[in-house]
């Protein structure tokens, strides 16, 4: 069955650090893989998406993820946080169906 | 174009009374999918609607719980009997087909916000 890790429910940086959110699945089959964002009081925005291309994914607002499927893991990245960045991160995976399995969230909040 | 969209974005009921929640998908998009975010589950999928096939019922907790989709665009959320462990937000997507093996973005309503006390 699919499953997904986030370490860290919560990530404190400060502003122009680097962003590091942790996901790793688990999979019988070569996954896709995504990362959502959740402002409060709204709901989920795509980030960005592994698809079986390329294995380094550029998403929005400057994030990237590096699907590598040796460490079983989809890590999300930012060089430099910004106070806007503040929010709920989940990592999600679907297998061959169309239902998301998502992770329990990271919480980032961003320091002046 | 117009997003996802859901109604109402709260709702406050009391313990035994049923709720429908309503979802609008993007125009055009022919998977809906209901998911539900609570404090003690996380993010967990409900159901899945595509096109004219038989939905996938496979996360709904409890035959309290149902949904429909008429005329594959509207869904309505339907729980019976609410109890308290039902409060969570109930967020609805939908993605253009449904039928890409799971590669397709889904794209998420704001959610409605559920209390039963």
């Known amino acids: 069955a699919q499953s997904v890790t986030q370490l860290g429910s919560h990530v404190s940086v400060s502003e122009g650090a680097l962003v590091l959110l942790r996901c790793n699945y688990s999979?019988?089959?070569?996954?896709?893989l995504f990362w959502y964002v959740q402002y409060p009081n709204q709901g989920l925005q795509l980030l960005l998406k592994?698809?079986?291309?390329?294995?380094l994914v550029k998403g929005i607002n400057g994030f990237e993820a590096e699907f590598k499927k040796s460490e079983t893991s989809f890590h999300l990245t930012k060089p430099s946080a910004h106070m806007s960045d503040a929010a709920e991160y989940f990592c999600?995976?679907?297998?061959?169906?169309?239902?998301?399995?998502f992770g329990t969230g990271t919480r980032l909040q961003v320091f002046p | 174009g117009a997003g996802v969209s859901q109604s109402p974005s709260n709702k406050v009921t009391e313990k035994g009374k049923d709720v429908e929640l309503r979802c609008d998908p993007i125009?055009?998009?022919?998977?809906l999918y209901w998911y539900r975010q609570s404090l003690g589950q996380g993010l967990e999928f409900l159901i899945y609607?595509?096109?004219?096939?038989?939905?996938?019922k496979s996360g709904l907790p409890s035959d309290r719980f149902s949904a429909e989709r008429t005329g594959g665009s509207v869904s309505t959320l339907t729980i019976q009997r609410t109890q308290q462990e039902d409060s969570a937000v109930y967020l609805c997507?939908?993605?253009?087909?449904?039928?890409?093996?799971?590669?397709?973005?889904?794209?998420f309503g704001p959610g409605t916000r559920l209390l039963v006390l």
């Open positions: 997507a939908s993605s253009l087909t449904g039928l890409a093996g799971g590669r397709e973005t889904q794209y």
């Open positions: 999979s019988s089959v070569p996954p896709y």
């Open positions: 592994y698809t079986s291309a390329a294995t």
């Open positions: 999600a995976v679907s297998e061959n169906t169309d239902k998301l399995i």
């Open positions: 125009s055009g998009h022919t998977a």
């Open positions: 609607f595509q096109g004219n096939s038989a939905p996938d």
